[in-house]
């Protein structure tokens, strides 16, 4: 289990970032969709706008959570090539890949 860890300003940033701005404008859209009875059909209907307003607002939600996925990918992509840097100068300097199991002397031929 691990222990209680404290919100700190950039992680709780993060989180409204990453997950609750686009889960709130995904709402909206629902909400402007609901409003405008769900059709889009003509400009007499005096709803579709509404209805239009929160396809797009459900559009640019998705994209908001798409370009914060992209970023965590590269986020990600940047720790593994440190991680792999790390291992290679591990081998430089040991002549064994950090995850191998030392060689026993005793067990030489």
Known sequence: MEPHTRY?????ILKLTRLWLPLAIAV??????V????RY????????LESAAGVALLLVALIVWMVNWMFR???RSNL??????????????????????????????
């Open 8 to 12: 700190t300003p950039g992680g709780l």
């Open 28 to 33: 909206a859209g629902v909400v402007l969709i």
């Open 35 to 38: 409003i405008g009875h769900g």
């Open 41 to 48: 059909s003509d400009l007499a209907n005096s709803r579709s």
């Open 73 to 75: 990918l590269s986020v």
């Open 80 to 109: 593994d090539r440190e991680d792999e840097e790390a291992a290679r100068v591990y081998f430089d300097r040991t002549g064994r890949w950090p995850d191998e199991e030392p060689e026993d002397p005793r067990f030489e031929p």
